[in-house]
């Protein structure tokens, strides 16, 4: 006996949202707390930089540092994504997330965007602790978001071929959002000298693309 998979439908749009929404609370309550105690509302200005040095992406704690307890080479792959740099930092990334979120949530559902997001922050931590050289942490969600531009890209990509467009067309879109990708990741980096982490950004689209070779959009 055959069966067709599952297509999008209320249900799983409401799943989807609970997902992008939930990481999104996530984020500003992490961030609200920080502010708080940097405005001196509740405990103390010292919990950034503490919620930094235990809980931020340090590429060094791949190549022999010592790390503050034991699991945190391994914990920081999943708590990086949740620290962000202030307000702006979250707000430009939440921005983006929830658009994101709300597209793909139609595309893949709950579980695959999950997924998505999981390789994605995963590649784009695996890619700033091979190619970082900075002695500073690494914050922020950005690379499952360019994990989420990889699969809005391939969305599109499997819209236009169930659409019947040629495949050289199918490929140019992909060659050329994919390259309007990079260009703008080299112009902000050159903008905020440096205070960019392009390696999480890049990391976090390619791990992307290559899990979508699995994570395919639903019908």
Not at 3 to 9: L, S, Y
């Given at each position: 006996?055959?069966?067709?998979?599952?297509?999008?439908?209320?249900?799983?749009?409401?799943?989807?949202?609970?997902?992008?929404?939930?990481l999104a609370a996530v984020f500003v309550l992490v961030e609200a707390t920080l502010s708080g105690a940097d405005a001196g509302l509740w405990g103390s200005p010292l919990w950034r930089?503490?919620?930094y040095q235990y809980g931020g992406f340090w590429a060094g704690l791949l190549h022999g540092w010592q790390a503050n307890y034991p699991m945190q080479p391994l914990a920081m792959f999943v708590t990086y994504p949740c620290l962000h740099a202030g307000w702006q930092h979250l707000l430009g990334n939440l921005l983006v997330f929830g658009w994101l979120g709300e597209q793909l949530g139609r595309s893949f559902g709950a579980a695959r965007l999950a997924a998505l997001?999981?390789?994605?922050?995963?590649g784009g931590g695996l890619a700033f602790g091979l190619l970082a050289t900075s002695p500073r942490p690494m914050v922020g969600a950005s690379g499952a978001i360019l994990g989420m531009v990889a699969a809005w890209i391939a969305a599109e990509a499997h819209q236009m071929a169930r659409d019947g467009q040629p495949r050289a067309r199918i490929l140019r879109m992909c060659a050329?959002?994919?390259?309007?990708?990079?260009?703008?990741n080299l112009v902000a980096t050159w903008f905020e000298a440096g205070g960019l982490a392009w390696e999480t950004h890049?990391?976090?689209?390619?791990?992307?693309?290559?899990?979508?070779?699995?994570?395919?959009?639903?019908?």
């Open positions: 006996m055959t069966r067709r998979p599952p297509a999008t439908g209320p249900a799983s749009m409401r799943a989807a949202r609970g997902v992008w929404i939930g930089p503490l919620a997001l999981a390789i994605s922050a995963l050329s959002r994919s390259a309007a990708v990079l260009a703008l890049l990391g976090g689209f390619v791990a992307a693309a290559l899990a979508l070779t699995v994570l395919r959009p639903l019908p």
